[in-house]
């Protein structure tokens, strides 16, 4: 499998000739849903759901489907019929030829404030586990965690101890549009051996459209 880091937090893999894409929301490429065979939305923020870029997916590929929370599927199910699945936690699926287990239900809160909307996270062949906007733990060994490292919603300690509690192989940045350059050697510091410590886990991050094998 191949994993694209687009800008913030969308991903795309691919296998077997076949592409999947996750979060293709307004902070990344314009094209970022283009190319792909299934599309997964965690929730409706628009850093991870923007309408017209998924519209454009969907369109340039009529095989394409979506998968999604309901606050998202209620939004764009009428434009696509038969092309836009509805899942919650526990839902497992195949998509494009991959099998998606779906976690979580609520997004992460940012404020108490604030009403907390749903968000689940997506664990992608049994390997890759993307959590959306929270720090959901999907119950089973994870090869590969997309880590979302800055956010209005959390802070370094907890992204530490989320991927202690996760124990991945590796960890891989998502959700840092906001993260400035000056401030990424401290997160890598922070994060990596000379941090406070996630051992066993090699922590990296990659630019927009720099890809890894899995």
């Known amino acids: 499998m191949k994993l694209t880091k687009n800008s913030h937090a969308c991903v795309r893999l691919e296998k077997d000739g076949r592409t999947l894409v996750i979060d293709p929301g307004a902070f990344s490429e314009e094209d970022a849903a283009l190319g792909a065979d299934a599309i997964l939305i965690t929730h409706e923020h628009p850093d991870h759901f923007d309408e017209n870029r998924l519209r454009a997916g969907l369109e340039a590929n009529p095989a394409a489907e979506l998968w999604t929370l309901r606050s998202v599927a209620d939004q764009i199910s009428a434009a696509f019929p038969g092309r836009v699945h509805t899942v919650g936690e526990g839902d497992a699926f195949t998509a494009a030829?991959?099998?998606?287990?779906?976690?979580?239900?609520?997004?992460?809160?940012?404020?108490?404030?604030?009403?907390?909307?749903?968000?689940?996270?997506?664990?992608?062949?049994?390997?890759?586990?993307?959590?959306?906007?929270?720090?959901?733990?999907?119950?089973?060994?994870?090869?590969?965690?997309?880590?979302?490292?800055?956010?209005?919603?959390?802070?370094?300690?907890?992204?530490?101890?989320?991927?202690?509690?996760?124990?991945?192989?590796?960890?891989i940045d998502i959700h840092d549009a906001l993260l400035t350059d000056l401030a990424r050697p401290v997160y890598d510091r922070m994060l990596g051996p000379a941090g406070p410590g996630v051992a066993g886990t090699d922590h990296s991050r990659l630019a927009p459209g720099e890809t890894v094998e899995l």
């Open 97 to 171: 030829g991959f099998d998606i287990e779906v976690h979580g239900q609520l997004h992460a809160v940012i404020h108490p404030d604030i009403p907390r909307i749903t968000n689940v996270g997506y664990l992608v062949d049994g390997s890759v586990f993307h959590p959306g906007d929270a720090l959901t733990l999907p119950g089973r060994p994870v090869d590969t965690l997309m880590l979302p490292v800055m956010a209005p919603w959390n802070k370094v300690s907890e992204v530490i101890d989320y991927v202690r509690e996760v124990k991945p192989r590796r960890a």
